[in-house]
């Protein structure tokens, strides 16, 4: 099977011929990677480790920030901060910290115009990439809302100023919205899955309790989920942590994989997911890499990757992937034995 065939295989409830494997990582860990195999590029790593690499369609100057200074669509502002073995691009000016009204910020802020962005230009993105599935489109809109009041405030505007965040959180959306149908026109039929997300969890409960969850996150996110299905695309959801109280939601709102089973938190062990919500979702990630993938030995990674396959895989349902991006600190060894013992073991 070709990558894509694969995806598709368990996306569909079918069997693959071996076991799908996905790549995240941090662009330090990613070139100690490529440098550790003696690869040219990321890709040629991903080839070498039989990795069933995503492809995603990335509009240019869209999201992901490309560098340090402001964006120019929403007006935050990047800067590089250091961790040590690495920098990650924090937003650390935010356009709506001090308009805390719905009123001051129609005076004051112009939202972005998706008629700046050139969408043609993802095309290019995925030629010579046929045989591999597509991302693209979705949305996150909390996490653009803390980038543009902060992340305290935006926090604390979900309980003392509903108005704002909800107006906010509604325009985000609508952007989101019509980014997405955008890049379907783009590239009929061929995106395979797209990210509707939030970060509802911590390493122990959730971020935000239940009722503030179904009342001002999930009425957009299904909106968005039927976009997606509507497309004939897969619904890909992101959500850290111990989020363990709200998966029937999220499964109730369309949901079709779950991303990234941080199983190590509270309530997120693997075998009451499998044997609870393992016949509605597929489950990608489980590779451990706050502790297994950074700090294990290889023989550690090896067993994590079998244990996976036991539980979450068993039946089908299971891509594998790391728990997040791979961090620098994690031993190009630990990433290298992950895939190895994936392909040997996940064979059909």
């Known amino acids: 099977m070709t990558p894509l065939e694969r995806w598709q295989a368990v996306l569909q409830g079918e069997k693959p011929d071996r076991l799908p494997m996905d790549y995240w990582g941090t662009t330090e860990a990613t070139n100690k990677l490529v440098e550790h195999l003696g690869c040219n590029d990321e890709w040629a790593a991903c080839e070498t480790l039989h990795i069933d690499r995503m492809v995603y369609a990335h509009v240019p100057g869209w999201g992901e920030p490309d560098g340090e200074g402001q964006d120019p669509h929403w007006g935050y502002r990047w800067a590089k901060v250091d961790y ?10 935010h356009p709506l ?52 009041r902060g992340l305290e405030q935006a926090y604390r505007d979900l309980l003392v100023n509903r108005d704002l965040a909800d107006y906010c959180l509604q325009k985000i959306h609508e952007i989101h919205y019509e980014h997405t149908c955008r890049i379907y026109d783009a590239l009929p039929g061929r995106v395979l899955a797209s990210y509707v997300a939030e970060d509802f969890g911590s390493q122990e409960n959730l971020l935000f309790s ?68 393992g016949d509605k979702v597929v489950f990608h990630g489980g590779m451990d890499n706050q502790q297994t993938l950074a700090f294990g030995t290889v023989n550690d990674v090896i067993q994590e990757v079998q244990d996976n396959i036991r539980i979450l895989g068993a039946g089908g349902g299971y891509i594998l992937a790391p728990c997040h991006n791979v961090q620098a600190i994690s031993p190009p060894e630990n990433v290298v034995a992950m895939y190895r013992a994936g392909y040997k073991y996940g064979q059909n």
């Open 210 to 277: 239940p009722k503030v969850i179904r009342e001002m996150f999930l009425p957009r996110m299904r909106r968005m989920v039927e976009l997606v299905h509507s497309a004939g695309a897969y619904v890909f959801t992101h959500s850290d942590g111990a989020i363990r109280k709200i998966i029937p939601d999220l499964i109730d709102m369309g949901m079709d994989v779950l991303n990234p089973v941080q199983w190590r938190c509270t309530g997120m062990e693997r075998e009451g997911l499998k044997r609870d919500f």
């Open 97 to 148: 910290e001090e308009l805390n009204t719905v009123a001051e910020v129609e005076a004051a802020y112009t939202w972005p115009n998706l008629d700046q962005l050139d969408y043609t230009a993802i095309r290019k993105q995925i030629q010579g990439k046929e045989d591999y599935p597509v991302g693209g489109g979705g949305s996150e809109p909390f996490l653009t809302y803390t980038f543009l």
């Open 84 to 93: 040590a073995s690495g920098t990650y691009l924090e937003c650390v000016e």
